[in-house]
């Protein structure tokens, strides 16, 4: 079974701070894709990423940055010099293969950027 | 602008009652998800339709149903039978099932008098 692992529930950082959100995953396929949504208050998820599984070439855009790492099934989100407007929670996701786009989600980092 | 549109934003229900969450798109996707969201946990797949006048089960299906009679539309229907509804249900739509990025919708808090 495909499973996401987000461990740090809550983490408070003071504006202007890096943040890393960690994602562990697992799953049994050799195919399959990574995603990081951002949910802010106003409740709808908004898509950051896609990788898929063979592409292991780090990520950046603009503040964002993701380190995908197969060796430890990770795929970890940083934001740089983070600002109140990154408040929001973040989910890592991992999709079944096969064509279902069904997406097993983390239960989310919960990021508060204090101004 | 497209998007997907979700309705009611809140919507309480009493015991017994079935309530229905109605989801609209215009993004012409093909394929439609229904996720459930409880706090300080992740989101957990009701049920999905790829195509129109087709839908499959997601991971806890039970005392939910749902209907894909046109592409936009994509309506969750709560009944009696889910004892314990109260959560945020958010709507999804994708380009097509092949791992496509989905677009959300805002979302319906559903709460039990």
Redesign the interface.
Known sequence: AQKVTQAQTEISVVEKEDVTLDCVYETRDTTYYLFWYKQPPSGELVFLIRRNSFDEQNEISGRYSWNFQKSTSSFNFTITASQVVDSAVYFCALSEPYGNNRLAFGKGNQVVVIP | DGGITQSPKYLFRKEGQNVTLSCEQNLNHD?MYWYRQDP??????IY?S?IVNDFQK?DIAEGYSVSREKKESFPLTVTSAQKNPTA?Y?C?S?M????????????TQLSVL
């Not at chain 2, 300080?40 to 797949?45: D, F, H, I, S, V």
């Not at chain 2, 097509?96 to 979302?107: A, D, H, I, P, V």
């Open positions: 394929a300080g946990q992740g989101l957990r797949l999905y790829q997601g945020f958010l999804a994708s097509n099932r092949y791992n496509e990025k989905l677009f959300f919708g805002s979302g």
